[in-house]
T-cell receptor
């Protein structure tokens, strides 16, 4: 079974530029998550989708971050304009159902450096 | 979990020894817990999970212990190998949600 796919793996941009990350979850997984992981810390949830609807985006800095999952499968996370503190790994994850006891599987991450 | 920036707690063990990684979780309403392993340059990888109605669960070379009284979780790795070197995170899942809250990671270093 293929895992969670993410691209690009690495991106370096200047502050105030924009960047977009793409994610393809595990086949059949209805729930998709975007996490931000700053070096040395645990992942922090940015946004959660159930099919193509947003379940939780309370931690998403909406003035600069946006995410969509238009057809309930792939998802895109965009940052515009980027700030230096956005340098982090952006992890996409997916799970098969909603609720406690639900194992969440992560992709390899997209590493962003803002200079 | 609180941030420790670049200064992750580190556990150094000799190859072949047993490792114990500890985690304190924050919410008494959490009823599902997962340990993840994260190798350098990779995403977190599921290791083992446990529900709150259990005290212990064993996998291949790994055991998770849950003490709900003191909100403490531990991961035991038997016969630690160089390939076990990574950062380990515990994550808690609150009852009736699927939101994972990650704890502070612990870096495991295995030396020959």
């Amino acid at each position: 079974e293929a895992g969670v796919a993410q691209s690009p793996r690495y991106k370096i941009i200047e502050k105030r530029q924009s960047v977009a990350f793409w994610c393809n979850p595990i086949s059949g997984h209805a729930t998709l998550y975007w996490y931000q992981q700053i070096l040395g810390q645990g992942p922090k949830l940015l946004i959660q989708f159930q099919n193509n609807g947003v379940v939780d985006d309370s931690q998403l800095p909406k003035d600069r971050f946006s995410a969509e999952r238009l057809k309930g499968v792939d998802s895109t996370l965009k940052i515009q304009p980027a700030k230096l503190e956005d340098s982090a790994v952006y992890l996409c994850a997916s799970s098969s159902f909603v609720g406690s006891g639900n194992t969440i599987y992560f992709g390899e991450g997209s590493w962003l450096t803002v200079v | 979990g609180e941030s420790v920036g670049l200064h992750l707690p580190t556990l150094s063990v000799q190859e072949g020894d047993n490792s114990i990684i500890n985690c304190a979780y924050s919410n008494s309403a959490s009823d599902y817990f997962i340990w993840y392993k994260q190798e350098s340059g990779k995403g977190p990888q599921f290791i083992i999970d446990i529900r709150s109605n259990m005290d212990k669960r064993q996998g291949q070379r790994v055991t998770v212990l849950l003490n709900k009284t003191v909100k403490h979780l531990s991961l035991q790795i038997a016969a630690t190998q160089p390939g076990d070197s990574a950062v380990y995170f515990c994550a808690e899942n609150m009852w009736n949600t699927d939101k994972l809250i990650f704890g502070t990671g612990t870096r495991l270093q295995v030396f020959p």
